[in-house]
């Protein structure tokens, strides 16, 4: 058992940290994409949040300051979002990919501006650093519960706790409070919320400003957190594959959640994977690995799981009727 921990144990840490902005992420879409408004901005809202987060760290010194310039960056962004869709009625998956492209022109431009290299390096004092929680050190003898204490639940950032918090937080307001019904209304029939007196423009807009929030905090945990600072499109496709994993889970938090945390393991264990011999395939190919999360995905979105019905009004702008 102890030997079969001490192999499991790095992979589900591995998992945790792989997965939080995912997770992040996927909850960001969930209420924005619950209200109605279709979020492919995800990816772009990352990436700025983790450039501002770098940025502003640096030129600071403090974590805290670079997390909260990476939540204002990303509800920047979403407001824009917000605007062009809402207000004006435009079209959401060609507002969102416009989203995408200003974050990663924005971060090449500005980073080149302030740096020499156009990447905000980090020290160890400007990131946010793992947490150990109480007697960690003194059970982690203690068979079973003291591996999964002190080497999978002790050790890990803030930043991966408050993701871990936003689902049930997501889950409760969603399907607990009166904000949630009324959001989840409005991306099902605004009509109805219209004549009940409540205002459809300003739910979308709490929708997306939230969402914006959430890949802020994700984008700062890349940065600041996870990795050392800001490279060049760091969030290498993670907000797509949120987006896929708040799709699996059919736009509820908590299937959401756990395609975030399968997405998370396979990111894992895909470097393990060098040289072990597959079924029916052999030694796994070198350049298969890498792409290995990404073709799942879309076997998963092809139906594994079964059909994903969007709320019924997901793409369509509200128009009240005279």
Same mark, same amino acid.
Request: aromatic share 10%; net charge neutral.
């Given at each position: 058992?102890?030997?079969?921990?001490?192999?499991?144990?790095?992979?589900?840490?591995?998992?945790?940290?792989?997965?939080?902005?995912?997770?992040?992420?996927?909850?960001?879409?969930?209420?924005?994409?619950?209200?109605?408004?279709?979020?492919?901005?995800?990816?772009?809202?990352?990436?700025?949040?983790?450039?501002?987060?770098?940025?502003?760290?640096?030129?600071?010194?403090?974590?805290?300051?670079?997390?909260?310039?990476?939540?204002?960056?990303?509800?920047?962004?979403?407001?824009?979002?917000?605007?062009?869709?809402?207000?004006?009625?435009?079209?959401?998956?060609?507002?969102?990919?416009?989203?995408?492209?200003?974050?990663?022109?924005?971060?090449?431009?500005?980073?080149?501006?302030?740096?020499?290299?156009?990447?905000?390096?980090?020290?160890?004092?400007?990131?946010?650093?793992?947490?150990?929680?109480?007697?960690?050190?003194?059970? *982690? !003898? /203690?068979? @079973?519960?003291?591996?999964? #204490?002190? &080497?999978? %639940?002790?050790?890990?950032? $803030?930043?991966?706790? =408050?993701?871990?918090?936003?689902?049930?937080?997501?889950?409760?307001?969603?399907?607990?409070?009166?904000?949630?019904?009324?959001?989840?209304?409005?991306?099902?029939?605004?009509?109805?919320?219209?004549? *009940? !007196? /409540?205002? @459809?423009?300003?739910?979308? #807009?709490? &929708?997306? %400003?939230?969402?914006?929030? $959430?890949?802020?905090? =994700?984008?700062?945990?890349?940065?600041?957190?996870?990795?050392?600072?800001?490279?060049?499109?760091?969030?290498?496709?993670?907000?797509?594959?949120?987006?896929?994993?708040?799709?699996?889970?059919?736009?509820?938090?908590?299937?959401?959640?756990?395609?975030?945390?399968?997405?998370?393991?396979?990111?894992?264990?895909?470097?393990?994977?060098?040289?072990?011999?597959?079924?029916?395939?052999?030694?796994?190919?070198?350049?298969?690995?890498?792409?290995?999360?990404?073709?799942?995905?879309?076997?998963?979105?092809?139906?594994?799981?079964?059909?994903?019905?969007?709320?019924?009004?997901?793409?369509?702008?509200?128009?009240?009727?005279?």
């Amino acid at each position: 058992m102890a030997e079969f921990l001490s192999d499991l144990i790095p992979i589900l840490n591995g998992t945790l940290r792989l997965a939080t902005p995912l997770i992040l992420c996927a909850m960001a879409g969930l209420v924005s994409e619950r209200s109605g408004v279709i979020d492919i901005g995800l990816e772009g809202k990352l990436l700025i949040g983790a450039f501002a987060a770098a940025t502003v760290a640096a030129l600071t010194g403090s974590a805290w300051l670079g997390l909260i310039a990476a939540i204002a960056a990303s509800s920047v962004f979403s407001l824009i979002h917000g605007f062009a869709c809402i207000t004006h009625r435009g079209e959401q998956i060609i507002s969102g990919v416009a989203v995408n492209f200003l974050a990663l022109g924005l971060s090449v431009v500005i980073g080149i501006a302030l740096f020499p290299r156009g990447q905000p390096p980090l020290d160890i004092a400007e990131r946010f650093r793992p947490l150990d929680f109480p007697l960690s050190e003194t059970l *982690a !003898g /203690v068979p @079973v519960l003291g591996p999964v #204490y002190s &080497g999978l %639940l002790s050790g890990h950032n $803030l930043l991966v706790y =408050a993701a871990l918090l936003a689902v049930p937080l997501i889950w409760w307001a969603l399907y607990r409070t009166t904000f949630g019904l009324r959001l989840r209304a409005v991306g099902e029939t605004p009509a109805a919320v219209d004549s *009940a !007196g /409540v205002s @459809v423009t300003a739910l979308r #807009y709490r &929708g997306v %400003l939230i969402a914006g929030v $959430l890949c802020g905090i =994700a984008g700062a945990y890349l940065s600041t957190a996870h990795g050392a600072g800001f490279v060049r499109e760091m969030s290498a496709g993670k907000g797509f594959i949120a987006l896929a994993a708040m799709i699996i889970g059919k736009w509820r938090p908590w299937t959401a959640f756990g395609a975030c945390l399968l997405f998370g393991f396979l990111e894992t264990i895909t470097p393990r994977l060098q040289g072990v011999e597959l079924p029916l395939i052999g030694e796994a190919p070198t350049a298969l690995i890498p792409i290995l999360p990404y073709i799942f995905t879309v076997i998963l979105l092809a139906g594994f799981f079964g059909r994903a019905i969007p709320p019924r009004a997901l793409g369509t702008p509200y128009v009240k009727e005279h």
